[in-house]
């Protein structure tokens, strides 16, 4: 038992020193993990990943991760993300392809609104479904993209399928032209 | 706290079936020098196995917390604490198993660490939970019946040395230590 007690001891200073170490590292990293992110966050429905907003960053930089905007449209021509698709998961179905033309099998970046992933993990799961390999979620969605000061844009550009809008889609041509290109290669 | 009980129960029965293996094995090596070379042979096997499991964890605490989570013992809070001090401890143990320095310490750790790991596995299986272990960081595999067999294999790694620690002392091979390292009284010396 007094055996026992003195390898407890010594383990009990290894655990110590471990938790030390372990949330100095965390506390340095370039991007720490947050330790009060919920758990909807840690583990999503859909089972795609979370990243934050500075590895969203480095990915929208990369330009490599298509964006896509799970919000509605309404919401997407007041704003969202430079450069992302608007693809709301009640229209999956009907604007899927078009999707896909654009994409032709890039990564791809989900958000929505805010710190409820909602309707972004439900779009990551039918991407995921349809048969995309990669699909992440940004933490935060579009309030956290704003606040730390990355590009936001307005307006129609991006809207998939925007005949069937209400809004005016001056640039809805550009993407059937890039369909037509796609199809020909095919 | 009740629906950890049968986990907790679980975790020590791992251990004190393996220990039971390994005081076995280190009885009938405690004299020999065939046990100092087993026992050296499993605390770097047992270090380098950590390090190399440490090193695919520790660039990305989310995903580890996301699979610890996943296998639905402890919340969120736990989990992300869990998720990026566990690499740092593995790496911490795996040093003190190599260097000599609080081995001892070191080797508890991670029958520990691996006795959670078989009731984690084991109620993930029996639960039905279908996930990927998160052993290695990316290097993952699904939850098994053969991840439960390695990692008692990897206990019987720890548990050796300090059975043959313990019996060492106990036959009167090693000279008996009332205190830690660090505080031997000196009557003993």
């Known amino acids: 038992m007094r055996w026992l007690g003195h390898r407890l001891v010594e383990a009990s200073a290894l655990v110590l020193l471990a938790l030390v170490l372990g949330l100095t590292l965390n506390a340095v990293r370039r991007e720490p993990l947050p330790y009060d992110l919920p758990a909807s966050l840690l583990l999503t429905q859909s089972g795609a990943r979370v990243v934050f907003t500075g590895e969203a960053r480095r990915l929208f930089d990369d330009a490599h991760f298509v964006f896509v905007d799970a919000r509605e449209e309404h919401e997407f021509l007041e704003a969202h993300i430079e450069g992302s698709l608007s693809l709301p998961p009640a229209r999956f179905d009907e604007l899927y392809p078009e999707l896909r033309l654009w994409t032709a099998g890039q990564p791809l970046l989900v958000y929505g609104e805010s710190g409820n992933i909602l309707a972004a993990d439900d779009l990551a799961r039918q991407l995921l479904a349809a048969g995309e390999e990669l699909v992440v979620i940004l933490a935060g969605g579009l309030d956290a993209w704003r606040s730390h000061g990355h590009p936001v844009d307005g307006g129609p550009e991006g809207l998939l399928g925007a005949e069937g809008s209400a809004a005016p889609a001056p640039r809805s041509a550009e993407p059937a032209d890039r369909a037509g290109g796609e199809e020909e290669e095919q | ?189």
């Open chain 2, 1 to 189: 706290m009740t629906p950890y009980l049968p986990f907790a129960a679980l975790t020590l029965l791992a251990l004190l079936l393996a220990y039971g293996v390994a005081a076995w094995a280190a009885r009938h090596t405690a004299g020999a020098a065939l046990g100092l070379w087993l026992a050296w042979a499993c605390r770097v096997a047992l270090a380098a196995v950590f390090l190399l499991a440490a090193y695919g964890k520790i660039l990305d605490p989310y995903a580890l917390a996301s699979s610890i989570y996943a296998y639905r013992v402890v919340p969120a809070g736990v989990a992300i604490v869990t998720g990026v001090v566990m690499p740092a401890l593995e790496i911490v143990a795996a040093l003190a198993l190599l260097s000599g320095l609080l081995w001892r310490g070191g080797a508890v750790v991670f029958a520990a660490m691996l006795a959670v790991f078989i009731a984690g596995l084991f109620q993930a299986i029996v639960r039905g939970i279908d996930i990927d272990c998160g052993c290695f960081g990316k290097e993952s595999s699904p939850v098994s019946f053969w991840l439960i067999a390695r990692n008692y294999g990897l206990i019987l790694l720890a548990l050796f040395p300090l059975a043959r620690d313990v019996w060492r002392e106990r036959l009167g091979f090693a000279p008996r230590r009332r205190g830690t390292r660090f505080s031997r009284p000196r009557a003993a010396r």
